[in-house]
């Protein structure tokens, strides 16, 4: 069963970066595309970002767009920038082998996913 795993949250104040990693140990997904996804308190979970497979193409949400990057190696990571308090949220990493293109992550159920973390705090404060 793999397991993956997020770090890099945390609070900070508006303006602030943060950068957010996620793999799982042992383990490589360079067939899989990656991505971020998160859930606001009240929220639905919403796509964020994400990074077709063996790189190169990304896909933003309009909402983060030019502030954060999507970037991957063995895991994938989220560089934030230009925090928002709207940026609050649970952030969630995902992997989808079904995925052809970092586009397709923001348009599948997440049943589509292979594999979820089980999620890492962001908090921005004003």
């Known amino acids: 069963q793999v397991q993956l795993a997020e770090s890099g949250g945390g609070s900070v104040q508006a303006g602030g970066s943060l950068r957010l990693s996620c793999g799982a140990p042992?383990?490589?997904?360079?067939?899989?595309?990656m991505g971020w996804f998160r859930q606001a308190p009240g929220k639905e979970r919403e796509f964020v970002a994400a990074i077709r497979r063996s790189g190169g193409a990304t896909y933003y949400s309009d909402s983060v767009k030019g502030r954060f990057t999507v970037s991957r190696d063995n895991g994938v990571y989220l560089q934030m920038n230009s925090l928002k308090p709207e940026d609050t949220a649970v952030y969630y990493c995902?992997?989808?082998?079904?995925?052809?293109?970092?586009?397709?992550?923001?348009?599948?159920?997440?049943?589509?996913?292979?594999?979820w973390g089980p999620g890492t705090q962001v908090s921005v404060s004003s």
């Open positions: 042992g383990r490589t997904f360079s067939n899989y595309a």
């Open positions: 995902a992997v989808c082998w079904k995925c052809t293109t970092a586009q397709t992550m923001a348009r599948v159920d997440a049943s589509v996913m292979d594999y």
